[in-house]
């Protein structure tokens, strides 16, 4: 059901009002990116919901936000306290009695983004969205919508919250089962003996040690823009990037220097390997050239060598690797690994 519709459907009681009438709209003020930090004081809100925090701040109070620029635009989010709004972002006061929390939702279910009109820079202007047609219920009505809204969504949070414990639990116990399988396989009467290895200070007698060196060389091949294009996830290790939906950056138009990834190839991020972010391809295609490809000089199960690389005993050794000014940017060179 389109907003016209429902506006047109709403119970007959309910009042029919322009948004300029319900709230007034104002855009926030500008703010250079050198003033915004990853903490402060007071938060920053911009077209897309909290861009970080500053030492100042525009408002003080209770505000929906709307966000007026970039792909989300029109976006709605709630400012308590002091914040400072940014010139991306578009502030609601409500007008009289109106209730903040059935204005935002309201708002929320009218998808302002809509009214989006540049696909290049897509934007809303405070005029488009001040004249949105609204059906208004009356405030004691508004304000049981909102006691509504707060006790299910509260309900609902913490279904959320509970089945998010299950799924870190199980998450923790499926670390755990790789863990011990690839460092102490399956036999549990197999003669266990010291390594001297810092990270794995035992295992099966009858396994051998090797080095990654000794399995894997480095490879750069360019040129195959018409491949798949793979990615590498701390979750699943390298699958196809068309697989996931949450891809921030965009593809660039030239693929030609993508690397190419042949089933078996480790692939690693060097940003991120501290993290689990590498892991053997099981099939081929092409992945950033800001990623290290290995390929395999050995005749071992790639699956197993998957699981082993990517577990947390050794991707803290990775960590120790790795070097760089900030701990989230630390990188592992190719002969470090």
């Known amino acids: 059901m389109s907003i016209d519709q429902w506006t047109q459907t709403a119970p007959a009681h309910w009042a029919r009002r322009r948004l300029k009438y319900i709230a007034s709209i104002r855009s926030g003020e500008s703010i250079t990116t ?15 919901g909290l ?10 109070g209770e505000f929906v936000l709307i966000g007026r620029q970039g792909a ?5 989010n709630y400012a308590r306290n002091r914040f400072w709004a940014s010139e991306h972002a578009l502030v609601l006061t409500p007008l009289g009695d109106s209730d903040l929390t059935w ?11 809509r009214l989006s009109q540049s696909a290049a820079q897509p934007g809303i202007s ?7 047609l609204l059906a208004v219920p009356p405030v004691a009505e508004q304000r049981a919508i909102s006691s509504y809204l707060r006790r299910e969504t509260e309900r609902l949070d913490a279904l959320v919250a509970a089945k998010q414990r299950v799924l870190d639990l199980l998450a923790e116990k499926r670390k755990a089962i790789v863990a011990t399988a690839v460092t102490r396989g399956l036999d549990q ?56 939906d949450d891809n921030a950056n965009v593809l660039p138009d030239d693929l030609t220097k993508y690397q190419l990834v042949e089933a ?23 992945t950033s050239p800001d990623y290290v490809v290995f390929r395999p000089t050995h005749s071992e199960l790639p699956a197993y060598l998957h699981f082993m690389l990517r577990t947390p005993q050794l991707t803290t050794v990775y960590l120790s690797n790795s070097n760089g000014i900030r701990i989230n940017q630390w990188r592992i060179e190719p002969e470090r690994l």
């Open 34 to 48: 050198d003033s915004i930090r990853d903490e402060g004081e007071f938060p920053v809100f911009g077209g897309n």
């Open 51 to 60: 861009r970080g925090y500053t030492s100042d701040y525009t408002h003080e």
């Open 72 to 76: 989300l635009c029109g976006n709605v």
């Open 103 to 113: 204005l935002g939702e309201l708002l929320r279910f009218v998808d302002l983004n």
């Open 126 to 132: 405070s005029g488009e969205v001040s004249n949105v």
């Open 189 to 244: 009467n197999a003669t266990i003996v010291a390594t001297g290895v810092e990270w794995m200070p035992e295992a099966p007698s009858h396994w051998r040690p090797s080095r990654i060196g000794r399995l894997f060389r480095q490879s750069k091949l360019l040129g195959f823009p018409e491949l798949t294009v793979l990615s590498v996830y701390r979750e699943y290790g390298v699958i196809g990037r068309s697989s996931r």
């Open 264 to 286: 078996g190839d480790l692939v690693v991020n060097k940003m991120k390997a501290w993290q689990g972010s590498l892991g053997v391809s099981d099939s081929r295609g092409i």
